[in-house]
């Protein structure tokens, strides 16, 4: 995919993400899109790794895993976080 696919992915991606996450996040337009991004790159991996599914192109099974991936980056970080927010 090329880099406004990405960006247009990316922001798709993080919001329905941040939609379905029960806690609000922060970060705005620019916050969606790198966790759109990351999520779907976390997401192919794990997809590629343990089903042989990745994210390859703008599709529902792309979007789905994207998806679980920011989901995941959602729940790592909130871990992590010394914030508890």
Known sequence: ???ITWVVFGL????????LDPKPAYGGILGS???GVLGAVVGGFLG???I???VS?????SFALAILGALLLLF???MLS???V
């Open 1 to 3: 995919m090329d880099l």
């Open 12 to 19: 798709i991606v993080g919001v329905v993400a941040n939609m």
């Open 33 to 35: 899109i790198v966790l």
């Open 48 to 50: 590629n790794f343990f």
């Open 52 to 54: 042989g599914v990745g």
């Open 57 to 61: 192109g703008f599709n529902l099974p």
């Open 76 to 78: 790592l970080g909130r």
């Open 82 to 84: 010394k914030n508890k």
